[in-house]
């Protein structure tokens, strides 16, 4: 445990952030000191496509699966992340995750049955159906959700203002790009979900990144932190 004890800045919605402060909090058997401040918010764009089309669904994100949650019943979905394909199995799909990311996924995906459709949000990357596409996969995809942008809270401005270390745990490129923008007067710590992530960081702060992207790895390196 570091001398001074930092804050943890928590930047995803809401549910995803209490969530994982959950299994921090467990872990560590203590509380920590955290602000919750959703840099990002999911709004459906209401282009849901007929899902009936389609022999597979593929999903990138848990919140993919959470705007289309209504449609995945007894559908065949593949899925980038165990979770976001336990996720997907508890809205009643028969859901698979295929790797950890969009690369382990393209490696694991001849098996995959077309027509297939990703869906995705509006910030994405990785080109996941191109490389589908040119493996021979009968893909389409569809823009479902869009990742708005929301302003940080007060309570978030001051600890980044603030002479204090901060710890903040980071699991999106567009997560990283758009909080990286803001000054940060303290000592910063910023945990990369994957190097893709850690790449897109563009502010101060020391970088470390998970041994896999997963949540429970992430997990890890707040135990290393705290």
């Known amino acids: 445990m570091n001398d001074t004890q930092p804050t943890l800045l928590l930047t995803r919605p809401e549910p995803q952030s209490r969530s994982f402060l959950a299994l921090c909090e467990q872990r560590l058997n203590r509380r920590l000191p955290t602000v919750i401040s959703p840099i990002i918010e999911i709004e459906p764009t209401g282009d849901m496509p007929d899902l009936g089309r389609f022999a597979t669904v593929i999903f990138t994100s848990a919140n993919g699966v959470r705007v289309a949650s209504d449609r995945i019943r007894r559908k065949q979905v593949a899925t980038v992340g165990e ?3 336990i996720l997907a199995r508890e809205f009643g799909a028969d859901a698979h ?3 950890r990311n969009v690369d382990e996924f393209v490696k694991n995906a001849s098996g995959i049955v077309g027509p297939a459709l990703h869906c995705r949000g509006v910030h994405s990357r990785g080109g996941l159906a191109s490389r589908l596409s040119a493996l021979g996969v009968e893909v389409e995809e569809a823009v479902i959700y869009d990742q708005k942008q929301r302003p940080l809270s007060s309570a978030a401005h001051a600890i980044l203002s603030g002479s204090g270390p901060i710890v903040i745990p980071v699991f999106s490129p567009r997560s990283a790009e758009l909080l990286s923008r803001y000054p940060i007067e303290g000592t910063c710590e910023v945990l990369a979900l994957s190097e ?9 702060g020391q970088i470390k990144i998970a041994a896999e992207p997963t949540r429970d790895a992430m997990v890890d390196l707040i135990e290393t932190v705290f």
């Open 83 to 85: 979770r976001t394909a």
């Open 97 to 99: 995750a295929l790797g």
């Open 196 to 204: 893709a992530v850690a790449n897109a960081w563009i502010g101060v």
